[in-house]
């Protein structure tokens, strides 16, 4: 199993900027893909972003694309995921999931262990 935790979300007006990050530990970092889901009241969760166990393929889902980056950093054990001109729709509880395995996907079900999600709150 692999332990997740994040950090990295608050409140910000829009227009502004977080880096959410997501420490992991566990397994061996590079083994498995790591994804960033959100999830809005009274909605599901879905997937933001997406990154491989070498980081050298990523996935944006179409709504924020342009807007976020995700990466990883081998030598901390962390992935990170840059908003940029947050939106009040980008309001969520943000969380990380690895998925034991080092190709990406964005089913939720393919992820198996996750973190207790950090809150980002956009006001306009």
């Known amino acids: 199993q692999v332990q997740l935790v994040e950090s990295g979300g608050g409140w910000v007006q829009a227009g502004g900027s977080l880096r959410l990050s997501c420490a992991a530990s566990?397994?061996?970092?590079?083994?498995?893909?790591m994804g960033w889901f959100r999830q809005a009241p009274g909605k599901e969760r879905e997937i933001v972003a997406a990154i491989s166990g070498n980081g050298g393929i990523t996935y944006y889902a179409d709504s924020v694309r342009g807007r976020l980056t995700i990466s990883r950093e081998t030598a901390k054990n962390t992935v990170y995921l840059q908003i940029n001109s947050l939106k009040p729709e980008d309001t969520a509880v943000y969380y990380c999931a690895a998925r034991l395995s080092p190709g990406i996907t964005t089913l939720n079900a393919k992820y198996d262990s996750w973190g207790q999600g950090t809150q980002v709150t956009v006001s306009s």
């Open positions: 566990g397994r061996t970092f590079g083994d498995y893909a």
